[in-house]
Each structure stands twice: as C-alpha cells, then as structure tokens.
C-alpha cells in the first residue's frame, strides 16, 4: 500500500508491504522488484518482509539504495527479534522478519521493538516498531 504522512511542511510518501509468506526467496525477491518500481519519490518502506536480515531479500533492497533503520541504531546487525516461529507465544520473539527501509536522506534518530513482548503476544505473532525519524 501506497500512502502519504502530512509532517509539518510537506507530505512524505511511503510504503506498507507485507511480502509472501511460505513461498521460496525468489518469489519474495520477483515481488521486490515490483515494489522497487512503484516505490518512485517513497522515503520509507515498512512492513513485514519475511526475510531474515542477512537475506538476498534485504540485499536487494540495499543494493536499491534503502537502508534498514533499526540496522542503524543496534550495535548487532541482525536487530531485535520481532516475530514468533508458529505455536504459544509464551517466550520472546526468536526471528526478525518486520522492517521500517529508508533512504539515505532519512536520518534514524530513534528506533526500536518494545521489550514489553508479553504485552504485545495476545494482539498479534509480531511485534511492532517504533521510529524517530528525519526528514
């Protein structure tokens, strides 16, 4: 999904992306390549990607020019794990599959998962992230 934040003075366009689930990596990149071509002036990509992060999925999108904002903020490079394998969630998060993707123009000041995991567990088998960005 295409959409726009109004931020003060000016509209910032970006994207919502939940890429396929339970289908092989080239099928992720095929819809990589669509995403890239709709992305046009978009300065932010967000959503679950169901990649890990040293994938040919978040490469792809690196080697587009879009950086991974938590990737910025973490002195490890996978980032905070932010989904559940299938089954309870009664344990933290083991996989990091969910992206807030920026340009270079975007600086990251602030981002992050929630700690609180088993506040979020019964809402959904992701966590959300939270951004500070500027533009």
């Given at each position: 999904?295409?959409?726009?934040?109004?931020?003060?003075?000016?509209?910032?366009?970006?994207?919502?992306?939940?890429?396929?689930?339970?289908?092989?990596?080239?099928?992720?990149?095929?819809?990589?390549?669509?995403?890239?071509?709709?992305?046009?002036?978009?300065?932010?990509?967000?959503?679950?990607?169901?990649?890990?992060?040293?994938?040919?999925?978040?490469?792809?999108?690196?080697?587009?020019?879009?950086?991974?904002?938590?990737?910025?903020?973490?002195?490890?490079?996978?980032?905070?794990?932010t989904n559940w394998h299938a089954g309870p969630r009664v344990k933290p998060?083991?996989?990091?599959?969910?992206?807030?993707?920026?340009?270079?123009?975007?600086?990251?000041?602030?981002?992050?998962?929630?700690?609180?995991?088993?506040?979020?567990?019964?809402?959904?088998?992701?966590?959300?992230?939270?951004?500070?960005?500027?533009?």
């Amino acid at each position: 999904m295409r959409a726009e934040i109004e931020v003060v003075d000016r509209v910032v366009p970006f994207i919502d992306v939940h890429l396929g689930a339970g289908v092989p990596a080239e099928e992720r990149l095929r819809q990589i390549g669509l995403l890239l071509t709709l992305a046009g002036g978009a300065s932010l990509i967000a959503g679950d990607l169901n990649a890990e992060p040293e994938s040919a999925e978040l490469k792809e999108f690196a080697n587009s020019g879009w950086r991974d904002a938590e990737r910025r903020m973490y002195a490890e490079a996978s980032g905070p794990s932010t989904n559940w394998h299938a089954g309870p969630r009664v344990k933290p998060p083991t996989q990091r599959l969910d992206y807030l993707l920026v340009r270079d123009r975007v600086t990251v000041t602030e981002a992050c998962v929630p700690e609180d995991w088993e506040r979020w567990a019964p809402l959904s088998d992701h966590l959300p992230l939270v951004a500070r960005l500027g533009l």
